[in-house]
Nanobody
Framework: HVQLVESGGGSVQAGGSLRISCVGS????????MGWLRQVPGNKRERVAG???????RYTDSVKGRFTISKDNAKNTLYLQMNSLKPEDAGMYYC????????????????WGQGTQVTVS
């Protein structure tokens, strides 16, 4: 079955950097659409970055130029490099995956990790 396990979250000062990772198993990692979504209490989960199976990336406006999503298919690992972090970047970050290309384009994912917490002070 599909498993996604995030790691790398933590606490960082504003202006700092953090890289979070997600290891996938139980599915064709290279063929899936992947994404990172953020949730803060009281708000719905929002996609901050997505990457297609072909490697095309997309970002929400607030993180463009600061965050980079990437993946290593050989390691079944998805990354999110976060630079110039701001307090509003804080939240629970979830790795997500879906086999459907259209779902990936619009940010719909049927498989989720347990999340990793990012705190920016």
């Amino acid at each position: 079955h599909v498993q996604l396990v995030e790691s790398g979250g933590g606490s960082v000062q504003a202006g700092g950097s953090l890289r979070i990772s997600c290891v996938g198993s139980g599915f064709d990692f290279s063929g899936y659409q992947m994404g990172w979504l953020r949730q803060v209490p009281g708000n719905k989960r929002e996609r901050v970055a997505g990457i297609s199976s072909e490697g095309a990336t997309r970002y929400t406006d607030s993180v463009k130029g600061r965050f980079t999503i990437s993946k290593d298919n050989a390691k079944n690992t998805l990354y999110l490099q976060m630079n110039s972090l701001k307090p509003e970047d804080a939240g629970m970050y979830y790795c997500a995956a879906d086999p459907d290309h259209y779902n990936g384009e619009v940010g719909i994912y049927n498989y989720w990790g347990q999340g990793t917490q990012v705190t920016v002070s």
